[in-house]
T-cell receptor, first 114, second 111 residues
Framework: NAGVTQTPKFQVLKTGQSMTLQCAQDMNHNSMYWYRQDPGMGLRLIYYSASEGTTDKGEVPNGYNVSRLNKREFSLRLESAAPSQTSVYFC?????????????FGPGTRLLVL | GENVEQHPSTLSVQEGDSAVIKCTYSDSASNYFPWYKQELGKRPQLIIDIRSNVGEKKDQRIAVTLNKTAKHFSLHITETQPEDSAVYFCAAVAYDYKLSFGAGTTVTVRA
């Protein structure tokens, strides 16, 4: 099992450009998450999908959109990138329900917006 | 929503000594408290977790304690080794299964 995979690993964008970060999991998990990680601020939830067909905003959703394409895949889109979106983005997945909250993270995507 | 505070932000210990990281949370409904370790350039990985119906859990050199009344939980690493050098994050989960993370503690183990 590959677990949680993310593409690309690294991306440089110019202000105003758009891009989609891809995430896939092969653990048959119901829930998937997108986080951003900035120095000194831990991981902050951008959006999550509790189950296929549902998405909800997290702590810092502005400037982002998501799509839960199917049970395996959860993408994050930046429509018009800004320098403030320079960060490391992590996707995670978990089973839903009590006693199954453990989240497993992908390797991350480093994004630089110039 | 849940607010998790983590202290200290940096911690330097001599190899073989113990390290303690403390976290507090705000939502009394939180019932699951994982700890993640993140090495430089890597993904966060779960190292230990504890649920609200348990006061302490141990796994080899790592232990976690939980005080529900005071709403705080701690990570204890004994006999630290160079490979324990990393950033450690605490987190709390409430009814909606969303993780709220602390800001992280950078642990450096001096040889």
């Amino acid at each position: 099992n590959a677990g949680v995979t993310q593409t690309p690993k690294f991306q440089v964008l110019k202000t105003g450009q758009s891009m989609t970060l891809q995430c896939a999991q092969d653990m048959n998990h119901n829930s998937m998450y997108w986080y951003r990680q900035d120095p000194g601020m831990g991981l902050r939830l951008i959006y999550y999908s509790a189950s296929e067909g549902t998405t909800d905003k997290g702590e810092v959703p502005n400037g982002y959109n998501v799509s839960r394409l199917n049970k395996r895949e959860f993408s994050l889109r930046l429509e018009s990138a800004a320098p403030s979106q320079t960060s490391v983005y992590f996707c995670a997945s978990s089973e839903a329900g009590s006693d199954q909250e453990t989240q497993y993270f992908g390797p991350g995507t480093r994004l630089l917006v110039l | 929503g849940e607010n998790v505070e983590q202290h200290p932000s940096t911690l330097s210990v001599q190899e073989g000594d113990s390290a303690v990281i403390k976290c507090t949370y705000s939502d009394s409904a939180s019932n699951y408290f994982p700890w993640y370790k993140q090495e430089l350039g890597k993904r966060p990985q779960l190292i230990i977790d504890i649920r609200s119906n348990v006061g302490e859990k141990k796994d080899q050199r790592i232990a976690v304690t939980l005080n529900k009344t005071a709403k705080h939980f701690s990570l204890h690493i004994t006999e630290t080794q160079p490979e324990d050098s990393a950033v450690y994050f605490c987190a709390a989960v409430a009814y909606d299964y969303k993780l709220s993370f602390g800001a992280g503690t950078t642990v450096t183990v001096r040889a």
